[in-house]
């Protein structure tokens, strides 16, 4: 089964990303993620984002295009990137989250991907 991990940030953990100081324990912790993750074969797809910030949100309203610079989401923490991984259970999707970097400071949603439609 396919599951989606989330992982969410703080500003603090998003500022570490370009933080001379703190940049290479950020992503080397990252960078030893991703390589197990992709070592154990259950990646299926994933990637990082760039901050909240660089984010723009459309809706439609009564017809009309709205755009919005950033998120606007009402949470300390933004999402920070994401895997799908295919994993036998949600025991094994949630052991591969809590291994994550994000874990430890941030937190990770683990939610299973909606399979298509039987006739798609």
């Known amino acids: 089964m396919q ?14 990303r370009e933080d001379p100081a703190r940049a290479d324990a950020y992503w080397g912790a990252w960078q030893d993620y991703v390589q197990t993750l992709r ?13 909240p ?6 809706r439609v309203r009564d017809g009309k295009r709205v755009v919005q610079d950033g998120p606007f989401a009402d949470s300390k923490e933004q999402l ?17 989250a809590a291994c994550s970097p994000a874990a430890t ?15 798609a």
């Open 39 to 51: 070592e154990s074969g259950v990646v299926v797809n994933g990637d990082g984002l760039m901050p």
């Open 80 to 96: 920070g990137g994401y895997f799908v991984i295919e994993v036998t259970d949600l025991d094994a999707a949630l052991t591969w």
């Open 53 to 58: 910030h660089t984010a723009t949100t459309v």
């Open 105 to 119: 400071y941030g937190s990770v949603e683990v939610r299973p991907v909606l399979p298509p439609p039987a006739d």
């Open 3 to 16: 599951y989606m991990l989330m992982f969410t940030e703080d500003k603090d953990a998003f500022a570490k």
